[in-house]
């Protein structure tokens, strides 16, 4: 079983940086694809970014150029730095696990990330 915990949303101004934590415990991730996803009420969540073990990544279309995802497996943590926040960026930032793609098992209770214009 592998908890996910995730930390760093907040409110900032368009153009702005966050940089999200996902912290996992019960078990080491560094075998696991870790993504991130974000939710906004009343839409579907929405894929943004993955990174395997290896350290490939993919993102969103939406989020390339912009977004950086990485992992510390020494510290069981992933990692999402966003820059060049949008509006349109605000949502619930949920990090999730998976030992093989597609399916994501594990899921963290989410972060709001707000950005404001």
């Known amino acids: 079983q592998v908890q996910l915990v995730e930390s760093g949303g907040g409110l900032v101004q368009a153009g702005g940086s966050l940089r999200l934590s996902c912290a996992a415990s019960?078990?080491?991730?560094?075998?696991?694809?870790m993504g991130w996803f974000r939710q906004i009420p009343g839409k579907e969540r929405e894929f943004v970014t993955a990174?395997?073990?290896?350290?490939?990544?993919y993102y969103a279309d939406s989020v390339k150029g912009r977004f950086t995802i990485s992992r510390d497996n020494a510290k069981n943590t992933v990692y999402l730095q966003m820059n060049s926040l949008k509006p349109e960026d605000t949502a619930v930032y949920y990090c999730?696990?998976?030992?093989?793609?597609?399916?994501?098992?594990?899921w963290g209770q989410g972060t709001q990330v707000t950005v404001s214009s």
């Open positions: 999730a696990a998976a030992r093989k793609i597609p399916t994501y098992e594990y």
């Open positions: 019960g078990r080491t991730i560094s075998s696991y694809v």
């Open positions: 990174i395997w073990s290896a350290g490939r990544t």
